[in-house]
């Protein structure tokens, strides 16, 4: 493995050696036992040209853990601003030699066209609606922490399965992993074509919902919508909102996910995100540290 550009790309081989790899480095740091100079000398390139809270973040943290350093480029006090290209761009600080590079791009299929540029391991942040690999990887790692494998889980995502790369590197993950996925979603946000086989589709959560043992709300993203795919956010919420009431009705025993950002009354409700019983959101911001600990090591450090 040279890059990590999507999941599409990993056979369940390699993607069961990612997760154990997740799993040596989440013990390490539970018993803090870490190497924290496992990549010291290695220096690693955010190029993050879309936001990020969780995500950037978390790389930096994963990386510095491990003793590299980090150089956060930031596209907007860059020369794009000057009108160089994005291939200038990219040319430019492939020539300068870093050992790593994580980009965050609104085109799809950005960090394939970098990974043929540049001469260093290429690691997707998340592109377009295309692909978000290691927000995959993490979910993958809660649900097995909180759930004991993937094999024959039930994984139901509710929300906007149609903009969503999350949705699609889950889908992706989840089924050549062995586990059963449904999306939920208004028909408007449910393309026809899902990025993975023997996905189930429904329109309403009473019908998708029962038999759930993972529940996987997905933000609305307004911002790769030409128009108006939902009536307001209040019917959005009375139709796909989870609550307290709905788990209760139609999936208790379910665990609830989301990769954020939440949005509070779209997703679920308060009471839903903040149930020590039922969510597992923060566990997933802290599993990002070993999964992203575990890309890196794989990627940068020869394997035994
Ligand atoms: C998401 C993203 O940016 O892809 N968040 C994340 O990385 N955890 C999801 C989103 O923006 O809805």
Redesign the pocket.
Known sequence: MKHLLGISDLSATQIAALLERTRHHAQALKHGDWDPARLKGKIILHLFF??????LTSFEVAAKRLGAQVVNWNPHTSSLSKGESFIDTIDTLGAMGADALVI?HSEYGAPITVAQRVKCPVIN??DSWRE?PT?ALLDAHTMIEAKGGLENLTVTIIG?IAH???AASNMILLTKMGAHVRVIAPATLLPEKLPAPDIAKFTSLAEGLPGSDIVMT??L?KERMDRGLIPSPEAYFAQYGLTSAVLDQYAPKALVMD???LVRGMQMEDDVAEDPRRSLILK?VAN?IPTRMAVLDMLLTPQA
Do not use: A, L
């Open positions: 879309e936001d990020s809270t969780r995500t965050r942040g998340g978000h927000q906007d969503s790369r999350v997905i933000r993203q990769p954020g950002p997933q990002g």
